[in-house]
């Protein structure tokens, strides 16, 4: 039987590489995000390419009704679920704390930290009932170290990060295996969302380095997924080697 991951935010970035990469090796998905026409042509294409099965789901992870609703109610074999993968999150702004925008923090918090805590309380029940399970949250190095103009953003990773370690404690006794993966600087539409489409200033983010791939972390993430049953990876970091932590890059 194929196994099954479940990607939030697989419209672009590493939602979209893992999606490829987990296809790629036999795996079915259930593949969500907000923009409808993305998520139906990367399940075509996908589904074409590697002869697997794909359920695309559009909704928005910050509507805790829709996300509890859609998921609680997913036909019966697309609830064998093996891997959650909790990736639907973004950045807005780089404003230090006084002149940062209450909406963009509202944003942040709402999709980073509550969307996450709605998918998972739809889908642990089938871990629970399946006695299997895998939650990989996409935190960041952002978790790990907060940087000027980061205020809100780490804080919200960094309440992922804590939330990880709690799922972590009590989803022991069920055998369900909980990892964070903290990726530093990649290339994705990462930079164009939370510069809202300045495109200079998107660009300038990974200039004089070679940053991460979507793709170096979609291969981290399978690393990850198709460990023994016995051994699960807790906590990852992973950045380019230009980069130290949040605070240092070796820009050239
Ligand atoms: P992208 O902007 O390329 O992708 C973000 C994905 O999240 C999109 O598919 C988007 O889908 C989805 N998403 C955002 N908001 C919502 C929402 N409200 N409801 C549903 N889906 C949503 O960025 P990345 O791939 O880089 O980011 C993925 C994750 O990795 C994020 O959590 C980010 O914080 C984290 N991260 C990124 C790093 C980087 O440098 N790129 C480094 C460390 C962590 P749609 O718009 O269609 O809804
Ligand atoms: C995304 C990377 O450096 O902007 O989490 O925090 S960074």
Not at 91 to 111: Q, R, V
Not at 230 to 251: E, G, M, Y
Request: charged content about 25%.
């Amino acid at each position: 039987m194929k196994k099954i991951i479940l990607i939030t935010g697989a419209t672009s970035g590493f939602g979209k590489a893992s999606a490829e990469k987990f296809a790629s090796e036999g795996w079915n998905l259930i593949i969500t995000g907000r923009r409808e026409e993305r998520l139906t042509d990367l399940a075509k294409k996908l589904t074409k390419k590697y002869a697997v099965e794909i359920l695309p789901l559009v909704f928005d992870v910050r509507d805790r009704d829709a996300t509890i609703t859609l998921l609680s109610k997913l036909p019966a074999k697309w609830t064998k679920i093996d891997v959650l993968l909790n990736n639907a999150g973004l950045a807005l702004g780089t404003e230090p704390f006084e002149s940062a925008d209450i909406d963009n923090w509202d944003t942040m918090i709402n999709t980073n930290i509550k969307g996450t805590l709605y998918v998972s309380k739809a889908v642990i029940p089938f871990f629970i009932k399946n006695k299997k399970g895998h939650i990989i949250n996409i935190t960041s190095t952002a978790a790990k170290n907060v940087y000027p103009g980061g205020n809100v953003y780490c804080a919200s990773k960094q309440a992922l990060d804590a939330i990880t370690q709690a799922q972590r404690i009590d989803l022991l006794q069920y055998g369900i295996k909980v990892t964070s993966i903290a990726p530093g600087a990649a290339e994705t539409e990462f930079s164009d969302i939370r510069f809202k489409g300045d495109k200079k200033k998107a660009d300038a983010v990974y200039k004089g380095y070679q940053p991460l791939s979507a793709e170096d972390v979609a291969n981290t993430i399978f690393y990850c997924a198709t460990l023994p049953k016995h051994v699960c990876i807790n906590d990852l970091v992973i950045t380019c080697t230009a980069q130290a932590n949040s605070l240092f890059i070796n820009k050239k």
